[in-house]
Every structure is written in C-alpha cells, then in structure tokens.
C-alpha cells in the first residue's frame, strides 16, 4: 500500500490505475474500527485499485463540536487499511483542500435539512463540499458510504445525482459492536459507565421492529415507545427520533411498505447516532 498527501501525487496515481480497471474509493475521517474496514474491504472485492482517503475535515464540524479531540490514530489506520487490501491511502493537508482565498461550497437542498441538519447547521454543506473535492481528484467508478450515517448517504446520493458525478454508491450495512452498539470512532469517546448504557439505541430500535411485526403502523406509537425507552436512562438527552421516507426523509405518519427509523441522542461528551430500515413485511 502507497500512503500519499499531494493532490497531484493522488492525480497521477489513479490515471495510471484507471488504465487497468475498476477504482473504488472509500473517504474517511479516520480512526478505523471494523465499520470503515468493511467498506475498504467490499471495495478491494469489487474493484481493482482501492483508494482510501483520511482527512478531518473541519468544514463539517460546528464551532461547539468536536474537532479537536477527535481521535487520530494514523500510525494503527495505515496497518488496518493495508491489512485490507488498500492500494493507496490518501492524507491530504488542510492547507491543500482549503487554501488561502477558499469560498465555494456546495448548497444543498430540503434533504440536509431535517434531522441531522438541523441538529448541526452546516454539517452537510461541509460534508458534500468536502465529499465533491475527494470526487473530483479520485474520480471513482465506485464510491462505499456506510449506512450508519444513514442522511449522510442520501445527501451524497442527492449530489452525485444533481451534479452528474460519475459514481456508483455503494452503502453497506451498519457494524455493531457485539452488545449492538453501532460502531462509530466517537464510541472510544464514552466513559465505562456511558459505555455500558449507550447499547439502549440499538434495543430501542429493535424493539420498534418487533412492533412493526406485530402489526404496528401507526408512527406516533412508533415513536413514543422509543423515545420512551431512550428517556429511561437518566444521562441520555433524547436529541430526535424520526419515522421517514428512506429515500427523501420526509416524516411518515403510517409505515407504508417502508421507512427508516433514525435515531440521534447526546451521551455525556458524545453524540450517537443509529437508524434501522423498517418494512411492512418482513
Ligand atoms: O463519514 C465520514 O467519515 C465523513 O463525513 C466523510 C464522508 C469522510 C466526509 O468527511
């Protein structure tokens, strides 16, 4: 595995992959557990030069969030993605990415509005500008997106769509720890005691699919049992729980063939997130 910082370095690389096949490219922030390995690891199946990219992007991350103490560990991330079949990880600079004189961004839509939008402001805008430059230096056939960030997946498919990028996406399923707490690099961020609680996202969402086989449609009671359910630990601040349209994320009143439940809560120092596709059958 090649580990390159210049864009022009990542440039010439892929021209040179691209003449033999099919590249794949997963983006990260970092700080690798088995959900970003699963990506890498799909894309080294299905592709023939994988690009990995690790770059916190401090675009998307509001003035009270958490840019600063988000973990870096590169030394551990470029054994992993070796480990994985990654043919070159990318470490940009922010100096490259965000030069001197930087001002354009991408404006999305209705989409980056709701839920995770308008928990965080701007987090969106930050996430496809930064998702929009990645593309135009890689230029992957295929681009893997874990489903865990469940609107993040749909904000980049409503870009690649509106802006004619010539991607396929590719989101793969959640990875969940064995208790089912969905891996994320903020969970090393949590205090044992947190820790131990935070699995409750996960049970919550289950117990809304076990409703839904029992015949529950009805969103508002859909709802309420999980909000219920998250309430009932003390240190847990229930930020929103939303029944949606999996594919523009408007609110559902009634579960109709299908919907996504998401779920966002904040935990002591950290915010968790977790969804979970629920189907009229099955
Ligand atoms: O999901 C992430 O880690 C980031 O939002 C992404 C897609 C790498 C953009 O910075």
Redesign the pocket.
Known sequence: MKQVSKIQSVVKIRKEAKKTGRIGFV???GAFHEGHLSLMRKAAAECDFVVV?L???PL?FGQKEDLTSYPRTLSKDRKKAASVGVDLLWTPTEAALYPDGFQTTIELGEISRCWEGASRPGHFQ??AT??AK?LQIVRPDRLY??QK?YQ?VCV?RRMITDLHFETNVRALPIMREKDGLAMS?RNRRLSADERAVAPILHQALRQAEKQVRHGERNAVTILQAVTETLKSIQRMTVEYVALCDPSSLEALDRLEKEGVLLVAVQLGPVRLIDNVLLKEKG
């Open positions: 983006p990260t922030m990219s770059f916190v992007n998307q930050g996430v930064i998702v990645l997106l874990g960030d993040q980049i690099s």
